[in-house]
């Protein structure tokens, strides 16, 4: 396969080429290989160095990765920066070598080591086109990453918002939550706190006292005292703030500003672990790992972001059960599959209000299942979306929805791509506790779909919750008890558990609504912190479903 190319500019070092052949490069979605993936990721210091190993690891050989002209990395034993410097390094036994053309960089790849490119403009990504775009440069902000850079572009950290300057962001923060894949919205913001090793935080770091030039004798993995001088940037003398390693030192030589950070402390005292990848970083990648297998398999998948939301991949039997929002969330997703092309019934296995014109166009209203078949048999010809349900209440005027039977033999018609059945009652309260003979499901469900309105945070359990008194009873609590975070987990918890005994879902998923600001959003992420890792949750997402992007935040909880 023949490259074209220009002379690299010699002057800076920097890249100039022409495109590589297009029919080189193919749509992410037909890629079959991981050794078929070209994958770029800006940023070369220690957290985009163990992604670029992990990717590498699992047969991800053409990798290119593109810094700044001074690299500032600390940890430059695992930091495949030091190339710029040094020409070549390696990493836990992964080469990288400089590339200062696509020659170069092919020639890498010929033989499995990582292209690190001097490009701080990133132009290197348009010439090459890759299949996947990872932003490693943990800048706290978007430095000009697109979504549109390539098929799959990944940002890592808070500056980033999941669906609309990038697909996929990947938890930087340390704690439970780190290496998190995030489908909609952003990563936590950034707590200036670094992280803790050996009880110590702020006080590990080396912090330049002035600008000036850095100069010192040492290496990384020597073995300090507190208050050793460690270097000097001008005539102010940097010493070692606590006893330890080691662990990271910026080169000598380089120009800096007063508190940039140019060394870090390891008060473990493990010389090792200087040239080791470290906890966190291993973890992130990890995570990216995971996230462009999540792509690679899940090519085709529905557009619509409430279909992400719940995880619905093709067909099937979506129920809705909970309170706080599981009319608006049903009616919103119908239009969204039909809108894509899909066919879809919006039902129930309760009673909900008559749905208007701007909710479903039409509505069958049939106590025969003969009939009842044929009216939805001749319908589904002309209509994309429409609702059904046996009569109308003569008191209230609401909908009466069908045997859940009913919903068995629909779907089982072949009729519809998708069922959307409101199974549970909840008197427009924001959560809800079941009766014991609620929920009413179908047999037939495929998706479990448990929504609770984050409104109820705050609130005593008798003003926000749909039957108090067993919500109360089965989490052991006192009467007038204000909810919180984890009532509201706690209940999820509980209700899904029941539910799974009813019938038997493929995907379990949490819908948390009303996150109509940013600190109620948070709230929901304190609930998904609770839910991590429970075995019958696959899925939990917040949304903000009376906004015309309501899809806020999605993450894995299993």
């Known amino acids: 396969m023949r490259l074209i190319i220009s002379t690299a500019d010699k002057a800076d070092e920097m890249i100039t080429m022409t495109t590589i052949q297009p029919d080189r490069y193919h749509r992410f979605a037909k890629t079959k290989k991981l050794t078929d993936l070209i994958v770029g990721i800006k940023g070369a210091g220690e957290m985009a160095t163990g992604v670029a190993c992990s990717l590498h690891k699992a047969n991800i050989f053409k990798l290119f990765m593109l810094e700044i002209e001074y690299p500032l990395a600390v940890r430059r034993t695992v930091s495949f920066c030091d190339t710029i410097y040094s020409g070549r390094c390696n990493v836990e036994g992964v080469e990288a070598v400089v590339a200062c053309s696509i020659i170069d960089i092919q020639k890498a790849w010929d033989r499995r080591a990582i292209a690190v490119i001097q490009d701080p403009e990133w132009r290197t990504v348009s010439q090459i086109r890759p299949d996947v775009v990872i932003d490693a440069t943990l800048a706290k902000k978007n430095l000009g990453t697109r979504k549109d850079e390539a098929p799959l572009v990944i940002g890592m950290g808070p500056g980033f918002e999941a669906g609309k300057d990038v697909h996929l962001v990947i938890e930087t923060h340390r704690g439970h939550n780190l290496g998190r894949i995030i489908e909609s919205g952003a990563a936590f913001p950034n707590t200036g706190v670094p992280g803790n090793i050996g009880g110590h935080t702020h006080r590990r770091v080396l912090r330049s006292p002035c600008d000036g030039i850095f100069e010192t004798p040492l290496e990384i993995g020597t073995v300090v005292q507190e208050n050793q001088p460690i270097g000097k940037v001008g005539e102010e003398t940097v010493t070692s703030p606590l006893s330890g390693v080691l662990r990271g030192l910026i080169h000598t030589g380089l120009k800096v500003e007063k508190g940039l950070k140019i060394g870090d402390i390891d008060p473990r005292g493990e010389v090792e672990y200087c040239y080791t990848i470290s906890d966190k970083a291993r973890a992130l990648g990890g995570g990216v790992l995971q996230a462009i297998l999540f792509k690679l398999n899940t090519s085709g998948r529905p557009s619509s972001s409430l279909a992400r939301a719940i995880a619905l991949d093709r067909g099937g039997v979506v129920s809705l059960i909970g309170a706080g929002g599981k009319t608006s969330l049903m009616f919103k997703l119908a239009q969204e599959l039909a809108a894509a092309g899909g066919s879809v019934l919006t039902t129930t296995t309760t009673k909900i209000f008559h749905p208007d014109e701007g909710q479903s166009p039409h509505t069958i209203v049939e106590a025969s299942w003969d009939r009842l078949l044929n009216e939805l048999s001749a319908a589904v010809k002309t209509m994309p979306h429409f609702s059904a349900g046996t009569e109308i209440d003569p008191n209230s005027g609401k909908l009466i929805g069908l045997p ?6 629909i779907w089982q018609s072949g009729l519809f791509d998708v069922i959307i059945v409101e199974a549970d009652g909840s008197k427009q309260m924001p959560t809800k506790a079941t009766a014991a003979h609620e929920p009413v499901i179908p047999l037939s469900t495929s ?31 006192a009467t007038g008890t204000q909810l919180t975070e984890s009532h509201l987990a706690n209940n999820i ?10 019938c038997q879902p493929l995907i379990n998923t949490v819908i948390l609504n ?37 899809v806020k935040y999605i993450t894995r909880i299993r």
């Open 404 to 409: 859940h039977e009913f919903v068995d033999r």
């Open 493 to 502: 918890l509980w209700e899904i558990q029941k539910a799974e005994r009813l």
């Open 514 to 550: 009303k996150a109509d600001t940013e600190l109620i959003s948070n709230q929901g992420k304190v609930i998904a912190d609770r839910l991590m890792g429970q075995a019958c949750i696959h899925q939990l997402a917040i949304l903000a479903l009376n906004e015309e992007n309501p």
């Open 447 to 477: 998706h479990l779909v448990h929504v609770t309105g984050l409104d109820a945070i705050g609130q005593p359990a008798e003003s926000a919750v749909h039957r108090p008194e067993i919500f109360l009873r089965n989490l052991a609590l």
